[in-house]
């Protein structure tokens, strides 16, 4: 299993942006689609965005849409999520995870399919 760890969270005011990262262990992180979920205080954990293995691939939250971006580099093993135009609904623990991918343009997006997951970020949207 890979190992997975988050950073980048912070305390942002709404309309602002904040990337935060992913880092991966071991030297097969090109085989392994990525996912970033959130959780807010009293919700349910959530999807937010996914990306295919080979990064050609992605596919997010309607409520994300063109503010978001999903982006991998494979030769740092790292998967960044940027987020733009953030919003106070956006306050989560964010968390990313990881799934080894069965095609290079395969992502995923359901919580059950990930095998893999980092301890979260924080992330704080205050309005």
């Known amino acids: 299993q890979v190992q997975l760890v988050e950073s980048g969270g912070g305390l942002v005011q709404a309309g602002g942006s904040l990337r935060i990262s992913c880092a991966a262990s071991?030297?097969?992180?090109?085989?392994?689609?990525m996912g970033w979920f959130r959780q807010a205080p009293g919700k349910e954990r959530e999807f937010v965005a996914a990306?295919?293995?080979?990064?050609?691939?992605?596919y997010y939250k309607d409520s994300v849409k063109g503010r978001f971006t999903i982006s991998r580099d494979n030769a740092k093993n790292t998967v960044y999520l940027q987020m733009n135009s953030l919003k106070p609904e956006d306050t989560a623990v964010y968390y990313c995870?990881?799934?080894?991918?069965?095609?290079?343009?395969?992502?995923?997006?359901?919580?059950?399919?990930?095998?893999?997951w980092g301890q979260g970020t924080q992330v704080t949207v205050s309005s």
């Open positions: 995870a990881a799934v080894l991918g069965l095609y290079s343009g395969t992502y995923y997006s359901r919580e059950h399919e990930y095998k893999s």
């Open positions: 071991g030297r097969t992180f090109s085989s392994y689609a």
């Open positions: 990306i295919s293995r080979s990064g050609g691939s992605t």
